[in-house]
Structures are given as C-alpha cells and as structure tokens.
C-alpha cells in the first residue's frame, strides 16, 4: 500500500528548516500541522516485516523392515519304487502214487511262489466195492526237508475231496505257504496216519524230488 503523507525523513528536515525563520500568522499554521504530522509519524508504528518464508521441512521417508526371504519348499521326496516280487518258480514233474483202495494221483508240476505252492495233478479212482472215497478227510498236507507242514487250502465245493468211482479230477490242489528255494524235495501227504487200504479215505504219501532227486 503507498503512504499519501509525506515521509517522516522529509518533515524532519522542513521543520528544522521552519524552526530558523521567523514566525508569521500563516507560517504558525504551518508549524502546527508539521507539528501533527510529526506526531503522526511518532505514533505509526512500523510495519511488521513481511513473514519470512516457509521452510519445508523435510521429512524422512518412512522405512519399512525388509521383507523376510521366502522359505525355500523342499522338494518332494520321490516316491520309492514298489519292491519287485519274484516270479513263482516252476518246476515240471512225472511223479505217481498209488493206493490199495484205488486211489491214483499224478503230480505233473510244482510251483513255488511266495505265499502259496501250488501241484498241477490228475486224481482218479477205480474201486468195486464203494461209489466214492475222500483225499483230504483227515489231514493232508505238504512238508519239507526241515519238517514243516503246508495244510491244503480246502475247496469250498468239494472240502474234503471226495472223488467217485470212475471219476478223473484234473486241476490244481494249493498250500498255504511258501517252500524255500534251498528244499530239494517235498513229501505229500494225503489222510495222514490212515491205511492206503482205508476205502473211506485211503492215506497216501508221494515223494516229489524239487532239483533231481
């Protein structure tokens, strides 16, 4: 804003100038509003400096704690490879057994797996005093060098082996049990502790050589 009064530095100088000439009328005048101007100018106050700048403050970024590494996903353990099962070893026979009653069982193959062994055999039985006869009425069973015993597994359909007269039974007759591979020979029992002459359920023993004789 521009100030209409003269400056404070001017009127000083007039007034010590005037104090110097002698006083008219009209120059009393004159000396009386220097007079007020100067008391004007006494009783302004300065003007307030102009407010000094702002000073941006700089503030710090923010720090954020480093993010903590990824921990690291072990590798699946690869499966292991299931166990391989030995194939059933096989072993041809041409062995036969004979009972007086008229049993005659041919026992054409062996095979030896890890939880049963199995004989391929042909059963027949020729008699003129009975219509049938059973194989497996008391115990029947394989065994082994050492002793040991594999019961048969008995059909469901026919438990005790019976066989009629005439009559030829082809198939398979199944262990429970595994033979070990070391056994040279086995020995099949059928009835055990029964006569082979017994036409109910003639007993039977049949040698049967695993690794030539």
Do not use: W
């Amino acid at each position: 804003m521009t100030d209409t009064h003269p400056s404070c530095a001017t009127t000083r100088s007039h007034s010590l100038h005037l104090a110097a000439t002698p006083l008219r009328k009209g120059s009393a005048v004159a000396v009386a509003a220097v007079a007020l101007m100067l008391v004007a100018c006494k009783d302004k106050s300065p003007e307030a400096p102009p407010p000094a700048p702002a000073v941006p403050v700089e503030t710090a970024p923010a720090t954020f704690p480093a993010a903590a590494p990824a921990a690291a996903v072990p590798a699946p353990t690869p499966a292991a490879a299931p166990a391989t099962v030995a194939a059933p070893k096989r072993v041809p026979l041409a062995v036969q057994g004979v009972a007086p009653a008229g049993v005659t069982v041919r026992v054409k193959a062996v095979e030896i797996g890890a939880d049963a062994t199995v004989l391929d055999v042909s059963i027949s039985f020729a008699n003129r005093i009975t219509d049938t006869t059973m194989l497996a009425l008391a115990d029947t069973y394989l065994q082994d060098e050492s002793g040991a015993r594999l019961h048969i597994k008995r059909p469901d359909n026919n438990r005790d082996i019976t066989i009629r007269e005439g009559e030829t039974l082809d198939g398979q007759l199944v262990f429970m049990g595994a033979v070990a591979p070391s056994a040279r020979k086995l020995k099949l029992v059928f009835n055990e502790g029964n006569q082979g002459d017994n036409i109910v359920a003639p007993g039977l023993v049949v040698d049967l050589p695993l690794q030539g004789g």
